[in-house]
């Protein structure tokens, strides 16, 4: 038996969480899909949906014709709780990708000098 291999403290992982057990990153995505949302809706306007006829009851039409603005709320929950077949986040996944393809790559050749 080698050292350590024994020990029950190497197995345990801490997470540490910050705001209703959610880890730091998560709080972080979470925050940052908040904020560009509420950006998203004092720019872009909602869709007229009652100048395009459809009248809905309890005066409706604002909020569904506003729905779309919650797209980057939805892609930064996806990039806080996805995570890859390799164990790493979604978001760490496509940095190291992007890393991968944008490095610069030397040609190999197999001639003999």
Known sequence: MRAFEYHPLTKVTVKETL????SFSQVGWIGLGV???AQCYKIIP?????KMGLKLVLGLEKTIGGLYNLIPLVLCIAFAYLTHASGMTFSQFLCSYLSFTIRKKTKKTNQIE
């Open 19 to 22: 705001i209703l057990n959610l």
């Open 35 to 37: 904020f560009l949302t």
């Open 46 to 50: 909602s869709l007229p949906l009652d």
